[in-house]
């Protein structure tokens, strides 16, 4: 979960990391029950110069309803649109950013299609969008602003496909990557 943004009020904003926690308190009312929080993390904002840095942060969700992954993701874009969120361009600035990141084991839609949006170059990355759900999330091993606060929840969590946990996917990153992200007081 990230934003970027500040959420206009009207008379006033309400800052990204209110916006994160007021978010999680939504999932919650929505039937999801909170498992673990991360701290929130100062990050670069994804990719370089796109804008403000972040407020990052990850969070694991018990499924007491049995929601499936495709429903689950509809409930995150329904929370989104309630804080403010509009997709005008892909990795554009945001008031809130929730992301499906896994769903226990599951590998959706399949390996091999999985593997496709994994391992699409960069420069594809930006202009292509899946046509459906991608779990695990295609580029959770690369990106440090994810799994830094992610082991904070989910530490042994193993990916399906990798077969690595969360730990040694954030071990494996550069330092520099690793550094950039920072604890945000409080």
């Not at 429903?71 to 809130?96: D, F, N």
């Not at 759900?133 to 990798?162: N, Y």
């Amino acid at each position: 979960m990230g934003a970027n943004l500040p959420r206009d009020l009207g008379s006033s904003q309400q800052s990204p990391a209110e916006t994160l926690r007021l978010a999680m308190t939504d999932l919650v009312a929505s039937g999801l029950t909170l498992a673990a929080c991360s701290r929130f993390y100062a990050t670069p904002c994804f990719p370089a110069g796109a804008g403000p840095d972040y407020v990052n942060g990850a969070a694991a969700f018990e499924n007491p309803q049995g929601l499936a992954p495709a429903e689950v993701l509809a409930l995150l874009h329904r929370i989104e649109a309630m804080h403010g969120r509009q997709r005008s361009t892909r990795w554009a600035g945001r008031v809130l950013d929730l992301d499906l990141l896994a769903m226990g084991p599951e590998v959706l839609p399949d390996r091999k299609t999985y593997l496709y949006w994994r391992d699409l170059p960069p420069a594809a990355q930006a202009q292509a969008t899946p046509p459906e759900l991608i779990l695990p999330h295609p580029r959770l091993a690369d990106r440090a602003f994810v799994l830094v606060p992610l082991a904070e929840v989910a530490a042994d969590w193993c990916h399906p496909v990798t077969g690595q946990t969360v730990a040694q996917m954030r071990d494996a990153l550069p330092v520099s990557d690793l550094e950039a992200v920072r604890p945000q007081p409080g």
